[in-house]
């Protein structure tokens, strides 16, 4: 295997808005810690032999990123910021940024890193904490000779009870795999709750359904080569084409994975794992957050500034 292919990346899509949360949760500190949680997964990717990050963020953050976070992180790590713009579309579909207020999606968002890319790439949204363990089974994957085995494309899926919040619903997109454990589909439910030892969420018809406690879940994070750039690719020409009075609506990054699978029969490894996912969709989350990471983190105060030493 060649050195670019051994290459590995993580990139950070960070230029989400944070309508619900209230503000830009990529940027919040853990008390505690003194840092993010994406500089949280980015040590723990980097003694999975992450050695490139590529941060896409909006240009609205770009100063207090390079001014607050890269300072904090290893000297020796190899960073690139990448811009997700509403502006950035082909040229005859320019009169569609006019009216545009939100970002396109997490698609149009990993097509803005594609020339920071090279080799094999871990995929993360920067404000979900994921767990060491994720990152070295995903690199595992990756960097795995054997390709018809992990088609080079992969997923975490995390067991859906330990997904869920203490604030109400959630939304999660559940896995359906084959006896390979490749992925079929990722389905989503929406307000999925446990009550009466019953978990139950509203399927594509808002029926609330039982949903079975060993599901796995999706929460973003991917392992890919460069060949999901083509996809990508095409398929935002396809959706600015579909939706051309449509500004409201996103490129999202599952539905090009979705397409992938069904029309070329691309294989995605579900990998299971048991590690802590923690996450904010509301500011009140954050108090319990912060607790569940400095519990996981005890004796390493300050883990990102120690990193930079």
């Known amino acids: 295997m ?6 590995l990346t993580l990139v950070i899509l960070a230029a989400g808005l944070g309508t619900r949360f209230g503000g830009d949760k990529q940027l919040t500190v853990i008390s505690g810690l003194d840092c993010t949680i994406m500089e949280l997964n980015i040590l723990d990717a980097i003694k999975a032999g992450v050695t490139h990050v590529v941060f896409v ?24 910021i990448a811009i997700q713009d509403i502006k950035n579309v082909p040229q005859s579909f320019k009169h569609l940024t006019i009216q ?4 396109w999606g997490t698609g149009h968002a990993l097509l803005m890193a594609k020339p920071y890319v090279s080799g094999k790439a871990i995929v993360i949204t920067a404000d979900d904490y994921y767990g060491a363990s994720a990152y070295q089974l995903l690199a595992d994957a990756l960097l ?12 975490i899926g995390y067991p859906i009870l330990d997904t869920l919040s203490e604030e109400g619903g959630v939304n999660r997109g559940i896995c359906q795999v084959n006896d390979q454990n490749h992925l079929k589909k990722v389905v989503e439910f929406l307000d999925i709750r446990i009550k009466n030892d019953k978990l139950t969420g509203l399927n594509g018809n ?46 999202y990054l599952p539905d090009q994975i979705q397409n992938a699978i069904e029309k070329d029969q691309k294989k995605t490894l579900v990998l299971r794992t048991n590690e802590s996912w923690l996450g904010m969709t509301y500011r009140s989350e954050l108090i319990s957050v912060t607790k569940k990471l400095n519990q996981i983190f005890k004796g390493s ?6 990193s930079n030493k």
């Open 2 to 7: 060649s050195s670019e292919q051994q290459k």
């Open 57 to 80: 963020i909006s240009q609205k953050i770009k100063l207090e990123v390079e001014t607050d976070i890269l300072p904090r992180l290893p000297k020796n790590l190899d960073i690139k």
């Open 100 to 103: 545009r207020k939100k970002p």
């Open 144 to 155: 795995n000779d054997n390709s018809s085995l992990t088609s080079n494309w992969s997923l």
């Open 206 to 251: 808002k029926v609330r359904v039982n949903i079975p406690k060993n599901s796995l879940v999706s929460m973003t994070i991917w392992g890919f080569d460069m060949s999901l750039f083509e996809y990508l690719e095409s398929g935002f020409l396809r959706f600015l084409s579909m939706h051309d009075s449509a500004v409201e609506k996103e490129y």
């Open 301 to 306: 105060s300050k883990p990102c500034c120690q």
